[in-house]
């Protein structure tokens, strides 16, 4: 079975700075689909940005880009001009061929004022 | 708005009873998932289903069934609840192709 792992359990950082959240996976498929999802306090589920595998253009939507590197099999998650309402936990998800879903363990990022 | 909804939103219950945590989409999507959030664990997969009448097993299946009757419900069933099994469970779906996983609010179930 495909794994995500996240090696940063918890996170910091600084109101108005950029933070970098590791994710990487361990696949054989040429074709697939990235996520990161952003779980608040109220506990929902956001999806924040996907990528497709098929693409080299690294996805962006406004404060939040990725930098996702196939061959190396990684896909963080920037977020820049950091606000207090990213304070969350964070899951990183691959997407199979198959629709089957696996997901890290998350980070736990911190904003600090 | 398509949404999904997951009922009842928390649960307190009792070693050994049956409990069912209902879950309804909108989406008409054919793939829907059961997964359980530990800390530590991220999300870990129950049970799933890619249409009506098709279910199967996830990595954490024992103690847990399902039954897929129609596009929209996927109820999920403890037939003998246990305190392992003391978690919060979220549903969702997904279509197929590069669409994410809808998910929905999250039961809080504790078993005492």
């Known amino acids: 079975a495909q794994t995500v792992t996240q090696s940063q359990p918890e996170m910091s950082v600084q109101e108005a700075e950029t933070v970098t959240l590791s994710c990487t996976y361990d696949t054989s498929e040429s074709d697939y689909y990235l996520f990161w999802y952003k779980q608040p306090p109220s506990r929902q589920m956001i999806l924040v940005i996907r990528?497709?595998?098929?693409?080299?253009q690294n996805a962006t939507e406004n404060r939040f880009s990725v930098n996702f590197q196939k061959a190396a099999k990684s896909f963080s998650l920037k977020i820049s001009d950091s606000q207090l309402g990213d304070a969350a936990m964070y899951f990183c998800?691959?997407?199979?061929?198959?629709?089957?879903?696996?997901f890290g363990t998350g980070t736990s990022l911190t904003v600090i004022p | 708005d398509a949404e999904i909804t997951q009922s009842p939103r928390h649960k307190i219950t009792e070693t050994g009873r049956q409990v069912t945590l209902a879950c309804h989409q909108t989406?008409?999507?054919?793939?829907m998932f059961w997964y359980r959030q530990d800390l530590g664990h991220g999300l870990r997969l129950i049970h799933y289903s890619y249409g009506v009448q098709d279910t199967n097993k996830g990595e954490v299946s024992d103690g847990y069934s399902v039954s897929r009757s129609n596009t929209e419900d996927l109820p999920l069933t403890l037939e003998s609840a246990a305190s392992s099994q003391t978690s919060v469970y979220f549903c969702?779906?997904?279509?197929w192709g590069p669409g994410e996983l809808f998910f929905g609010e999250g039961s809080r179930l504790t078993v005492l």
């Open positions: 990528q497709e595998a098929y693409k080299q």
């Open positions: 969702a779906s997904s279509p």
């Open positions: 989406w008409n999507h054919n793939n």
């Open positions: 998800a691959y997407k199979s061929p198959g629709n089957q879903f696996y």
